[in-house]
């Protein structure tokens, strides 16, 4: 068979001499384009209407730029320089220079179908201490980027925090202090004042789970019989009490940050966490095994989504904790159950496959075997449908108003051939696979509003540094050239028709 694509293959729309692409991957992708608009509808069940076809990037993997402006430090530009501490000495100094090149790179996400956006703001670009003296200059950069999005139709959703905490915050204690929690409110209070009036959604914090563990402890996950090492910045290693009072502070800087984004921001300004959901999935749909994964989700996100949705600790959390509890007040708990508008969860993998059991509490978990399939990433068991249980169990278990996918999406080991083509037919597969279960949680009712693909572009993938690609745009790192993959495709016509073609 030809290994050279049809126009229609390579799906990707018009600006693409924009992008810097070839002449004739350029021409290829203006008449697909058109062939596009004018092709009719593929049978697959749509999602609901307004449903957001939104793609995901973080500050630090992506903008280079570390002192432009009066930006200060942040833990990761301390901890990438720190030697041995990421693969290849990689660190996220230039990234994919989207500081300098943010409208080429809203160009491509519109190429791409995307009408949506969440990004991150870099909260030392904004208070280069963290705290204190505000840098109106690191903001304006964000005011030039949701300007241009808005300009495009592409939907912005900010996150507040992806893990880019201020160096002299850390310096105070990080999140080990409560100022911490008290800092973030104010940061949040300022951008809900100087960007509320362009943004209607933001996400608090990315991912509670993962900053809080892989970065002041460090986890170990044994993926099919192989140990699997995850460290994030500021990279410490706790004992329990003190991790679960970092997550305490977590929570509560959540809570209020959203407190300052109702008092400082826009009326209809929409707000929630970005948590990444540990997800217990029942291995048989009956209710008594249905029940059993709702009791176990809820015990697994007993740190973050749990207060957050519920206001209280669960019993059985603090009961094991023991004199590891974390120390809060009854105001703290008020503040953390700020009503919200939504929920957003990161879908990655399923946490756990359980069952129903007579035995407390209420369930068996059932181990993963070695076969289990993966994905690229050394973490990334293969199993699609959690983007079904994830929101369904999120739904039944709290009773969110409305749910985000904020991230899902895979690594693979793109190249670029010798046309100039990208080939990620594992991540296309991949994406009709997740977008399938997620399509069913929606047209059960399950109130899903949207799904961000991490990510829009290959970026640095923290300690795995640049060699690990989630990107449906891919980035020539020596260049910064942008080339949209066989996957860019794919969601182009999945955003066009609302439905996983
Ligand atoms: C994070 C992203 C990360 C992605 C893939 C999520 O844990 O929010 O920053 O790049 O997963 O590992």
New binding site residues.
């Given amino acids: 068979m030809d290994t050279q694509f049809t126009r229609r293959e390579l799906g990707v729309a018009a600006g693409a001499t924009a992008l810097g692409m070839s002449a004739a991957s350029s021409r290829d992708i203006m008449q697909t384009a058109q062939a596009q608009t004018q092709a009719p509808r593929s049978t697959a069940p749509e999602f609901p209407k307004g449903f957001f076809w939104g793609v ?1 990037t ?1 500050s630090y ?1 992506i903008e280079g730029a570390p002192d432009a402006d009066g930006k200060g430090k942040s833990i990761w530009d301390v901890y990438a320089h720190t030697p041995g501490k990421m693969k290849n000495g990689d660190t996220g100094d230039v990234a994919i220079d989207h500081y300098r090149r943010h409208k080429e790179d809203v160009a491509s996400m519109k190429d791409i179908g995307a009408n949506a956006y969440r990004f991150s703001i870099s909260w030392p670009r904004v208070f280069p201490d963290g705290a204190g003296q505000p840098n109106p200059n690191g903001l304006d950069f964000y005011k030039r980027l949701v300007d241009e999005l808005l300009a495009a139709g592409i939907e912005p959703f900010h996150t507040l925090y ?2 880019d905490l201020p160096q002299t915050l850390q310096e105070k204690g990080g999140w080990q202090s409560r100022d911490t929690a008290k800092a973030f409110g104010d940061y949040a209070s300022y951008v809900a004042k100087n960007l509320g009036d362009r943004v209607r959604h933001f996400f608090t914090l ?2 509670f789970q ?1 900053f809080v563990d892989m970065g002041h402890r460090g986890v170990s996950l044994t993926v099919q019989g192989k140990p699997v090492n995850i460290e994030l910045a500021p990279g410490l290693k706790l004992e329990q009490g003190a991790l679960n009072q970092v997550a305490h502070h977590a929570v509560l800087a959540h809570g209020l940050g959203v407190q300052a984004i109702r008092a400082s921001g826009n009326k209809g300004t929409k707000v929630g966490p ?1 948590e ?1 959901l540990f997800a217990a999935v029942p291995l048989i749909d009956t209710p008594e095994t249905v029940k059993a994964a709702e009791t176990a989700t809820r015990e697994l996100n007993a740190r973050f989504l749990d207060p957050m949705l519920s206001g209280t600790y669960t019993d059985a959390y603090l009961k094991a904790a023991g004199a590891d509890a974390p120390k809060f007040t009854d105001e703290d708990m008020r503040a953390i159950a700020s009503p919200l508008d939504f929920v957003g969860v ?1 879908i ?1 993998v399923v946490k756990s496959y359980v069952v129903a059991s007579d035995q407390a509490p209420g369930y068996r978990q059932v181990p993963m075997s070695v076969s289990h399939p993966k994905m690229f ?1 050394s ?2 068991t293969f199993a699609p449908e959690v983007l079904y249980w994830g929101p369904r169990l999120v739904n039944s278990i709290w009773q969110p108003k409305e749910i985000y996918i904020t ?1 899902n ?1 895979c ?1 693979a080991a793109d190249t670029m051939s010798a046309e100039g083509r990208v080939d990620d037919a594992d991540r296309v597969m991949y994406l009709r696979n997740v977008m399938t279960q997620l399509q069913r949680a929606t047209a059960e009712g399950v109130p899903v509003k949207g799904n961000f693909v ?2 829009a572009f290959d ?1 640095l ?2 300690t ?1 540094g640049y060699g ?1 690609r ?1 990107g449906m745009i891919y980035v020539d790192f020596q260049t910064q050239q942008r080339t949209p993959k066989l996957s860019a495709a794919w969601f182009r016509e999945a955003a066009r028709q609302n439905a996983v073609v």
């Fill in positions: 995901a973080a993997q992806h893990w990315n991912e993962n970005a990444v990161n990655y990433s973490w990334h991230e999406g690594a991490w990510s970026n993938e923290w795995d690990t989630f």
